[in-house]
């Protein structure tokens, strides 16, 4: 199972980026899906989380100002980020419960996207 995350870049503040995360390979189907983050020398957190009936979780920070969404016929989780603030500068990273009939049911992780939001 390959992810490939993308849409991270600089805005400014205010601004609004979308993410995207993309998986592949072999895919039974795919549970939770969420977006991380991690800004230099902070710890990960759970910024969104989407599971596979459609019911949302968000860190109190990003409440009303971030939307998680999901396609589920292309694997894909979206992260739309509006009213950006300097202290969402992170790496975001997306993760996936993927469920595989071949051996790897689990948790995988993306590479990892930057995202600089100037003040």
């Known amino acids: 199972v390959q992810l490939q995350a993308s849409g991270g870049g600089l805005v400014q503040s205010g601004g609004s980026l979308r993410l995207s995360c993309a998986a592949s390979?072999?895919?039974?189907?795919?549970?939770?899906m969420g977006w991380y983050r991690q800004a230099p020398g902070k710890q990960r957190e759970m910024v969104a989380v989407?599971?596979?009936?459609?019911?949302?979780n968000y860190a109190d920070s990003v409440k009303g100002r971030f939307t998680i969404s999901r396609d589920n016929a292309k694997n894909t989780v979206y992260l739309q980020m509006n009213s950006l603030k300097p202290e969402d500068t992170a790496v975001y990273y997306c993760?996936?419960?993927?469920?595989?009939?071949?051996?790897?049911?689990?948790?995988?992780w993306g590479q990892g996207t930057q995202v600089t939001v100037s003040s």
């Open positions: 993760k996936l419960y993927v469920r595989r009939i071949v051996p790897g049911t689990g948790d995988y």
């Open positions: 390979g072999s895919i039974f189907s795919i549970d939770n």
């Open positions: 989407i599971t596979n009936s459609g019911s949302t």
